[in-house]
């Protein structure tokens, strides 16, 4: 009786996955158009979950779109990182200021 659960158990189990991953790469194609959106992704590293055993055929297919679909978001993901970093570098560039000096900053040019 355990055997004949335990396809469905996994079945089921890598649903659930693929409908977070599907959530997941909802998130980042938000967050790839609505630039605002990038300091709300998680940062932790993911980990893919343990014990899911090999992925039933018929759902390969919707993991294979998945995958597609994250490998599609990932130029420009990485194109908003860099945007992000050359801010920042801007940002570090400023003088701080340490209450000894008065800085002007020239809006008109």
């Known amino acids: 009786m355990a ?3 335990a396809p469905h158990r996994g079945h089921e189990s890598w649903e659930l996955f ?3 991953l599907a959530a997941h790469v909802a998130a980042l194609r ?3 158009a609505e630039e605002s959106l990038l300091l709300e992704l998680p940062v932790a590293p ?3 979950p343990e014990g899911l055993g090999e992925i039933p055929q018929e759902l390969a297919p919707r993991a294979a779109d ?3 679909q994250m490998q599609g ?3 420009l993901l990485e194109q908003r990182r860099e945007a992000t970093m050359k801010q920042l570098r801007a940002v570090d560039s ?3 200021d340490t209450g000894q000096t ?3 900053l020239d809006s008109i040019g």
């Open 102 to 104: 008065s800085i002007y």
């Open 46 to 48: 993911w980990h893919p």
């Open 18 to 20: 693929l409908g977070d």
């Open 3 to 5: 055997d004949s659960q």
């Open 66 to 68: 998945l995958l597609s």
């Open 30 to 32: 938000s967050a790839a």
């Open 94 to 96: 400023v003088p701080r």
């Open 73 to 75: 978001l990932a130029p």
